[in-house]
C-alpha cells in the first residue's frame, strides 16, 4: 500500500511539475542517484528509482535548474527524506534535522538562529494557509525548499555556499 502511494505521488508530482528536460535526465543527472552515481548514469537512474521512486529527482529539477548539482540536490533530497521532521523543527524554531540541512548547504554556524528565524517566517504564512492542508507532503516540501533556497541565495548568500 505505501508503494502505491509513493508511486500515486510521484505521478501526480511528475503531472503537475514536469521536470526540466526530460524525466530520464531528472532521474540520471537530479536526486540521490546523481550524488551516488556522478559517472554512471545508468547507476543514478537504478539508484534513484530504488530509494524513493524517483521523487527527489524530480522535486529537485523541478525545484530549479541548479539543484541538480551538487550542495543543491543534496539538500532537496535532504528536504525530500526529512519534510515532516524539519516542518516539526522549523515551528521550533531549532532541531537536529534544520541545522544539518543549513550544514549541507554549507551555512556557517554563527547564522544559523538568524537563518531559521528568516525561514520560519517565511514557512509559517505557508502552514497556517488553510490550503496547505490540501497539499501532497512532496508539493509542501517543493515549497519549503523554494523558501530555503530563497533565503539562502539573497539574504544570507555570504553566510552560505550551496552551490
Request: glycine share 8%; hydrophobic share 40%; with cysteine.
Amino acid at each position: 500500500m505505501k508503494k502505491i502511494s509513493k508511486i500515486v505521488a510521484l505521478l501526480a508530482f511528475a503531472l503537475v511539475f514536469p521536470a526540466t528536460g526530460s524525466a530520464k535526465d531528472a532521474y540520471k543527472e537530479c536526486g540521490i542517484g546523481a550524488m551516488i552515481f556522478d559517472d554512471n548514469p545508468t547507476g543514478a537512474i537504478i539508484s534513484n528509482i530504488i530509494w524513493d521512486l524517483g521523487t527527489t529527482a524530480l522535486t529537485s529539477a523541478a525545484a530549479s535548474e541548479d539543484s541538480c548539482k551538487g550542495k543543491g540536490a543534496a539538500t532537496a533530497a535532504y528536504i525530500m527524506n526529512t519534510y515532516a521532521n524539519l516542518e516539526e523543527e522549523t515551528a521550533k524554531g531549532e532541531g537536529k534535522h534544520i541545522t544539518a540541512m543549513l550544514n549541507i548547504m554549507g551555512c556557517e554556524s554563527a547564522s544559523h538562529t538568524d537563518i531559521i528565524g528568516s525561514i520560519r517566517g517565511d514557512v509559517s504564512k505557508s502552514m497556517s494557509n488553510p490550503a496547505n492542508a490540501e497539499k501532497s507532503t512532496t508539493m509542501r516540501a517543493k515549497e519549503y525548499h523554494e523558501v530555503v533556497r530563497n533565503k539562502v541565495s539573497t539574504e544570507y548568500a555570504a553566510q552560505c555556499q550551496i552551490i
